[in-house]
């Protein structure tokens, strides 16, 4: 069995997967109920400032988008930070970390920006012995409205500001939370490297809308027949999150700080793959609220499993291992040439190959008598449109011509890497060397 | 005494009445909204999809399931009645399997097709639930066209008729329209009066006049409706049953399976219906399956279903044959009549089994006896005479493939022409001549 436990930036769990800051972290009882079931660690739902707590709608606070048979797809919040008293907050904390010292346990905080504040909540918070903290600079609704959360993660100085005010202020590790409510993801990260922070996690969710009611022409979540945008998450972000998890990865500017990856992760694959572009450690939310905590057993399962199938013995050995191909695309091969290819054992004449390529592509795919399918090479671009349509996996593939072969489409022979900087067509081109 | 499935001779009340209602209740219920949602996602909207050639009215099934997946079954029923004014009982009595369901690519990808007949169901149950009629006439053309029978191929010819602006008077010979709908279907296909409920849907479209008691040949002839109309389609099924030409035949228990069927679907009160202990059903259509499967439904002990071919020629679908086989009934294949047996009244009846000789079928020389106190017969419908002036193919009247007859201005449709003796083969071929009908009187 492979060891999934983890350091992260000195915070140490007995796996990768901890529960993101959110409803289920917000009270003891949910969080002893996640250890007990096994998560690695937990980030508490955030804190606010002492004083009176904030208050949630009493309306619905989540809306969502589904598949047919109702498997959830997306979902969308406009809760606000923790509603209870920030003294109860805090002796919970204290409390769980001392029944649980092998988890670990980081508290998100939002406080208001000004330097007094940080160093007020900071110091009730190091009191409970919590292993770090983690700077919300992400939520999107509500909190936004009154210079917190992404008000603070879409500008760069500030999240420099705070996060400098932190770590002069704590010795705890500091985790800066980013919102993907910015156009560039890289400069947030960077600015939190600048402050200090010891890592980065993303992303927070995503300004949402997920339906509209055609009856009263509302937006949903409703309230009062209103809707204001609220955080999307879940399955439908994965893709969003992992680029900008691989954005920071790369970044020259960013490498090597340490990442906590967030955004619709809901299998062990989904974590596998945040570790691979980077990620140390996965942070969970919506794939709990819709199975409950159980899951973690599959995802513990299954990536131990899938790192004795590779011999990985560490998590460690995964972490990191994609980044070095993810790249720009102006440094991508325009001399690998593909073909589609279709198994005509496996084809079940569906035809939405040809309808996809005949009506939305490049006409490169000849319906035969008997509804038989076939790539016309001379036409194929390798879009891959065909192979994402086709309902059935591995029925279509995309075949790569050797060196030397001539490319029926082009004329041309398949000749060595060569990429868009050199390419004669770009004005920019430099000479190749 | 109380009586039983055990009890000797044709006996009514076998079954209390609690089990004979949930015996021929609505046997596959309507899908609710989340079953269709969760049924209509695994189409996959298929090129110039297989299973629209598949059926014989060419729905555009993948839109319809694409209109029920966007959460508008009405707009589904829509395109559903458009080609098929009767989408609602071919819903529930069409062979899909040998049909859009045995066309599907996932039938032949997975052996599971998307559930076609049941979303289409599903459809066109929630807009005639709705009570809304989503046709109205053009401007009256002020022709008149007769339209004899009112089975699916009338129905739909004088739909079709109707809604291209012509008055249509349908006569029909029985007490009720239908056709074979009402009278020739098993029960449990078509629970909680859905045929009756379709035909007052379908002539809310007004300008049909519904005459009933009237038979060709008797009240009407057919020179008559020639001289008093514009056009005469005829769709008056068949009306005829082939006899089993084994000795014995006339005995008292011995009768037609249509007669049983149509008692049956007629019958007020099931406990009071009488069946035998011991039934046997010749045939191997869905005629046959129908009335084995009802006896048994009734409480008949033993059912016994017995072809004289092979499994694989039976008319019937094998859908229908695993039905009946569940139901309890025997299906014995390779085997035909040579004798009924009985004192006045059937007690047994005596088959030869076949195979088949270099002439075709002969017997093989081995005999057995099965016990029966009711047979009915289902090995194959007649047109009951041809109509003066008409020519016949096959048995049945002779037709161009656009339903005109011999006769000009006679269309004829349904069961009664050459084709397939489907219910959805019928209104196509009604709906078509209807369209040739409108074509001829307009140009």
């Given amino acids: ?433 | 005494m109380t009586i039983t499935p055990q009890t000797d001779g044709i006996r009514s009340g076998r079954l209390d009445r609690a089990t004979l209602a949930e015996n021929f209740d609505d046997f596959y219920p309507c899908f609710d909204d989340h079953e269709a949602r969760v049924a209509a996602d695994r189409c996959y909207f298929c090129y110039d999809a297989p299973c629209i050639t598949a059926c014989p009215t060419a729905i555009d099934i993948p839109l319809f399931i694409r209109q029920i997946q966007a959460g508008q079954p009405e707009a589904a029923a829509k395109t559903i009645f458009d080609q098929n004014i009767l989408g609602g009982m071919c819903a529930r009595v069409c062979p899909t399997e040998n049909l859009c369901e045995g066309a599907c690519v996932r039938e032949i990808a997975e052996g599971q097709p998307v559930e076609i007949g049941r979303l289409q169901r599903y459809a066109t149950d929630t807009l005639m639930a709705g009570n809304a009629h989503p046709y109205a006439r053009a401007e009256p053309t002020g022709k008149r066209i007769a339209v004899v029978g009112a089975g699916p191929a009338g129905l739909a010819c004088a739909h079709r008729l109707a809604m291209k602006g012509h008055d249509v008077v349908i006569f029909e010979a029985r007490e009720k329209p239908g056709g074979l709908n009402e009278y020739g279907i098993a029960a449990y296909k078509a629970a909680n009066g859905i045929a009756q409920a379709e035909v007052d849907w379908l002539m809310r479209i007004g300008g049909i006049t519904l005459q009933t008691g009237l038979s060709l040949g008797r009240e009407i002839t057919l020179e008559r409706l020639r001289g008093d109309f514009d056009a005469v389609f005829l769709g008056i099924g068949l009306g005829g049953v082939n006899a089993l030409s084994a000795p014995g035949e006339e005995k008292a228990g011995v009768r037609p399976a249509v007669e049983f069927i149509a008692e049956l679907r007629q019958a007020e009160d099931l406990a009071a219906l009488p069946i035998g202990r011991h039934v046997v059903v010749i045939g191997g259509g869905m005629t046959a399956v129908d009335a084995a499967v009802q006896s048994k439904l009734l409480g008949a002990e033993h059912v016994t279903m017995v072809y004289r071919r092979g499994r694989e020629a039976m008319a019937a679908s094998d859908h229908e044959l695993d039905h009946a086989a569940t139901a309890g009934v025997k299906i014995v294949t390779h085997a035909m009549p040579v004798a009924i047996h009985g004192n006045g009244a059937v007690r047994e009846i005596e088959f030869a089994y076949t195979r088949q000789g270099e002439t075709g079928l002969e017997p093989t020389g081995e005999t057995f006896r099965l016990k029966a106190d009711q047979v009915f017969k289902a090995i194959g419908q007649t047109l009951d005479g041809l109509p003066d002036g008409l020519e016949a193919a096959r048995g049945k009247i002779a037709t161009d493939v656009i339903g005109r007859t011999a006769i000009p201005g006679v269309w004829a449709g349904g069961d009664c022409a050459v084709g397939e003796d489907l219910t959805v083969v019928a209104v196509a071929q009604g709906r078509d001549a209807a369209e040739d009908i409108h074509a001829s009187l307009t140009a």
Wanted: aromatic share 6%.
């Fill in chain 1, 1 to 433: 069995m492979a060891d999934l436990s983890t350091n992260f930036i000195g915070i140490k769990s007995p796996n990768p997967y901890w529960l993101a800051s959110a409803p289920p972290t917000d009270k003891e009882y949910n969080v002893v109920r996640a250890f007990k079931a096994g998560w690695g660690g937990v980030v508490w739902k955030t804190l606010g400032a002492e004083g009176p707590p904030v208050v949630n709608v009493n309306g619905p606070r989540y809306g969502a988008i589904w598949g047919a048979d109702r498997r959830l797809l997306g979902l969308n919040n406009i809760e606000l930070i923790t509603d209870r008293p920030l003294q109860v907050n805090l002796q919970e904390i204290k409390r769980v970390k001392r029944d649980w010292p092998d988890r670990a346990m980081v508290v998100s905080l939002m406080v208001p920006c000004d330097e007094e504040s940080w160093k007020s909540i900071l110091k009730a918070v190091e009191e409970t012995e919590v292993d770090g903290v983690e700077l919300n600079f992400g939520c999107p609704h509500g909190m936004s409205e009154r210079g917190m959360g992404s008000a603070v993660g879409q500008v760069p100085e500030y999240i420099e500001m705070v996060t400098r005010w932190v770590k002069q202020h704590s010795r705890m590790p500091c985790i800066v939370k980013l919102t993907p409510n910015v156009t560039d993801i890289r400069k947030p990260a960077e600015a939190a490297k600048r402050g200090g922070a010891d890592a980065v996690s993303l992303i927070n969710t995503i300004n949402s809308i997920t339906s509209v009611n055609l009856d009263t022409f509302s937006p949903e979540p409703m309230i009062d027949g209103k809707g204001a945008h609220g955080g999307y998450c879940g399955p439908a972000v994965k893709p969003i999150a992992l680029n900008m998890v691989a954005e920071i990865a790369r970044n020259p500017e960013t490498a090597g700080l340490p990442i906590s990856g967030i955004g619709g992760a809901t299998t062990w694959r989904d974590a596998a793959e945040f570790m691979a572009l980077g990620a140390g450690t996965v942070q969970v939310c919506t794939a709990a609220m819709t199975y409950g905590f159980g899951i973690i057993k599959e995802l513990t399962a299954g990536l131990s499993l899938y790192m004795d199938q590779k011999g990985f013995t560490s998590v460690d050995e995964l972490v990191g291992r994609a980044v070095p191909n993810v790249t720009d695309w102006q440094y991508l091969n325009l001399n690998y040439v593909t073909k589609a290819r279709i198994d005509q054992d496996l084809c079940i004449q569906c035809g939405r190959c040809f309808a996809a390529c005949e009506d939305t592509s490049h006409q490169a795919i000849a319906m035969k008598p008997g509804r038989v399918f076939e790539v016309i090479d001379a036409e194929c671009v390798a879009c891959n449109l065909c192979v994402n349509v086709c309902p059935v996996e591995d029925c279509i593939t995309m075949e790569t011509l050797p060196k030397g072969a001539v490319d029926p489409r082009t004329g041309e022979e398949v000749r060595e890497y060569a990429n868009w900087t050199t390419h004669p067509n770009n004005p920019m081109a430099k000479a190749a060397e």
